[in-house]
């Protein structure tokens, strides 16, 4: 069996403590060396940030929102002891934990700390596939002789160097195949260092629950309840077959799951079609400020996130759910691509003004498509809107002073609904 010490980095015989530094963090496995497939996830990240940022909220619950409007767009490790979850209404997110500190997202604080980790990932390995500014998926086949060290010790190695440079935490998740890697990141977090081998497949995701899929929602879960799937036996008693007739594509997806199965591979170069972001209310909504002021919200995000990968998009999209789950959808093409804010939040708000009222909702989401690098976004200008390229370079100063000073310098009357 091999195992390392996660914090000298040192490869060492399984024991309860490092014998050459005396930690406790030594992981051992029977396949420790032999997996090449990873999934790095930052721990909080948002709060984490602000964490390392300002000192004196170490010990405090910390909620990344909205006001009280709003919702959680992410809670630190102690607020969540306390039962606050990320898309959780701040309101209820408040009742549980009234002692928060309740900070409004500074996205382009994230992108740049998220864009550090990206550049240490890529230092390991070519094949870094980014999920989201806090999440990729690594393959780190044939880097060993590169490195002079197993993949799991550049693993060990890139979340030290997080937290020693950068201040942020990440756990990791090792294993054989993508879906694997990314179920054993979330099983020991936060600092966490998972490994699934290739032996333990079956026995391991015997008894779990299908939710731990990537993908099921509550919507997919309530058919998978219909059908008696509630754990990966339940997916192994149906023919291949039968779950493709009653599931369609996802029903194939499922049998290959079920036994660990994901032929998937990692690219660095997967054509991105979209970046979107959407959020489900507690309560179904027709209230304009509300709608307005969550779609604010999230044209915030996927601007940050276009601003991270940096992209841009050609194309705004909005989306609303009903409570029957009946959808609407909205697209429009832009005069230029963009990946600001306003941009998006204003078209997005035109396309929602031209739904009318159809609600109550119980979903709202907005995104950009047909995507561009980022130096073809933003740089002509509209003879109808002759102050677009001054709303572009005020946005971008924005970015700037709030990077320096804090979220609060520079606040939008929107932000605040």
């Known amino acids: 069996m091999h195992a390392i010490c996660r914090d000298c980095l040192s490869q060492v015989a399984p024991a309860r403590r490092c014998p050459h530094c005396g930690s406790p963090r030594v992981k051992a496995h029977e396949e420790l060396f032999a997996l090449q497939i990873a999934h790095m996830d930052c721990d909080a990240f948002f709060a984490s940030v602000e964490k390392r940022d300002n000192p004196e909220l170490a010990d405090k619950p910390v909620i990344i929102g909205g006001g009280k409007r709003g919702v959680v767009s992410t809670a630190c490790y102690v607020a969540r002891i306390r039962g606050v979850r990320s898309a959780m209404p701040m309101f209820q997110a408040l009742k549980l934990c009234p002692s928060a500190?309740?900070?409004?997202?500074?996205?382009?604080?994230?992108?740049?700390?998220?864009?550090?980790?990206?550049?240490?990932?890529?230092?390991?390995?070519?094949?870094?596939?980014?999920?989201?500014?806090?999440?990729?998926?690594?393959?780190?086949?044939?880097?060993?002789?590169?490195?002079?060290?197993?993949?799991?010790?550049?693993?060990?190695?890139?979340?030290?160097?997080?937290?020693?440079?950068?201040?942020?935490?990440?756990?990791?998740?090792?294993?054989?195949?993508?879906?694997?890697?990314?179920?054993?990141?979330?099983?020991?977090?936060?600092?966490?260092?998972?490994?699934?081998?290739?032996?333990?497949?079956?026995?391991?995701?015997?008894?779990?629950?299908?939710?731990?899929?990537?993908?099921?929602?509550?919507?997919?879960?309530?058919?998978?309840?219909?059908?008696?799937?509630?754990?990966?036996?339940?997916?192994?008693?149906?023919?291949?077959?039968?779950?493709?007739?009653?599931?369609?594509?996802?029903?194939?997806?499922l049998w290959h799951l079920a036994r660990g199965e994901d032929r998937r591979r990692v690219s660095a170069h997967a054509p991105?079609?979209?970046?979107?972001?959407?959020?489900?209310?507690?309560?179904?909504?027709?209230?304009?400020?509300?709608?307005?002021?969550?779609?604010?919200?999230?044209?915030?995000?996927?601007?940050?996130?276009?601003?991270?990968?940096?992209?841009?998009?050609?194309?705004?999209?909005?989306?609303?759910?009903?409570?029957?789950?009946?959808?609407?959808?909205?697209?429009?093409?832009?005069?230029?691509?963009?990946?600001?804010?306003?941009?998006?939040?204003?078209?997005?708000?035109?396309?929602?003004?031209?739904?009318?009222?159809?609600g109550p909702y119980r979903l709202l989401g907005c995104g950009i498509a047909d995507l561009v690098p980022e130096s073809q976004a933003d740089i002509t200008g509209d003879l109808l809107d002759p102050q677009a390229i001054q709303r572009a370079k005020a946005e971008r100063a924005t970015d700037a002073i709030r990077d320096r000073f804090g979220a609060d310098a520079i606040q939008k009357g929107r932000a605040l609904r």
């Open 101 to 253: 500190v309740v900070i409004k997202p500074r996205m382009h604080a994230y992108v740049e700390v998220s864009r550090q980790i990206r550049a240490m990932m890529d230092e390991l390995t070519p094949d870094v596939e980014p999920l989201s500014l806090d999440e990729a998926f690594m393959d780190l086949s044939g880097t060993e002789q590169l490195h002079g060290a197993p993949p799991a010790v550049m693993l060990a190695r890139l979340v030290k160097r997080m937290k020693d440079e950068l201040g942020i935490t990440g756990s990791i998740g090792l294993s054989h195949n993508k879906f694997l890697a990314k179920v054993a990141s979330d099983l020991d977090k936060p600092r966490g260092f998972s490994v699934i081998g290739k032996a333990e497949t079956d026995a391991f995701l015997y008894d779990k629950p299908v939710r731990l899929i990537w993908g099921i929602g509550p919507a997919a879960q309530a058919s998978l309840d219909k059908a008696g799937i509630r754990i990966f036996a339940d997916l192994l008693r149906w023919e291949r077959r039968d779950l493709a007739a009653r599931f369609g594509s996802m029903g194939d997806r």
């Open 272 to 358: 991105m079609k979209s970046i979107t972001n959407e959020t489900t209310f507690f309560e179904d909504t027709a209230n304009p400020d509300i709608l307005d002021g969550h779609l604010w919200r999230l044209a915030e995000k996927v601007s940050g996130r276009a601003k991270a990968k940096q992209k841009a998009g050609r194309v705004v999209s909005l989306k609303l759910k009903r409570a029957n789950h009946s959808a609407l959808t909205r697209r429009i093409s832009l005069r230029d691509p963009t990946q600001m804010a306003e941009v998006i939040y204003r078209t997005a708000r035109e396309l929602l003004d031209q739904v009318g009222d159809q």
